[in-house]
């Protein structure tokens, strides 16, 4: 059973950055691609970005690309969210989910590609 937590966020003031991370465990890292979700206050959970279980493939939502960059590490379990130029608007909690790799990759991914989500990080953006 994939196991999935969250860490990283904070209080940071727009322009500002961070770096989220998501430790996997109770399944071998390199047989899942993992997604990232975002779910603003009072809003549903809103796809960011994922890599495949080899690496080889990243993909982003349109209002991140440039600002944020997704990276693993299955050495440590783990895979990253390096987020720069923070916007009021990526506030709010952070979680991860996995998929297996049978499952294969999305290209234009949503929230529901993914599961065994985390309790989640949060985030908030202010000066």
């Known amino acids: 059973e994939v196991r999935l937590v969250e860490s990283g966020g904070g209080l940071v003031q727009p322009g500002g950055s961070l770096r989220l991370s998501c430790l996997v465990s109770?399944?071998?890292?390199?047989?899942?691609?993992i997604g990232w979700v975002h779910q603003a206050p009072g809003k549903g959970l809103e796809w960011i970005s994922a890599?495949?279980?080899?690496?080889?493939?990243?993909n982003y939502v349109d209002s991140v690309k440039g600002r944020f960059t997704i990276s693993r590490d299955d050495a440590k379990n783990t895979v990253y969210l390096q987020m720069n130029s923070l916007k009021a608007e990526d506030a709010g909690v952070y979680y991860c989910?996995?998929?297996?790799?049978?499952?294969?990759?999305?290209?234009?991914?949503?929230?529901?590609?993914?599961?065994?989500w985390g309790q989640g990080t949060q985030v908030t953006v202010s000066s």
């Open positions: 890599i495949s279980w080899n690496g080889l493939n990243t």
């Open positions: 989910g996995a998929r297996r790799a049978a499952m294969g990759w999305v290209v234009a991914p949503d929230a529901s590609d993914f599961s065994g």
């Open positions: 109770g399944v071998t890292l390199n047989e899942y691609s």
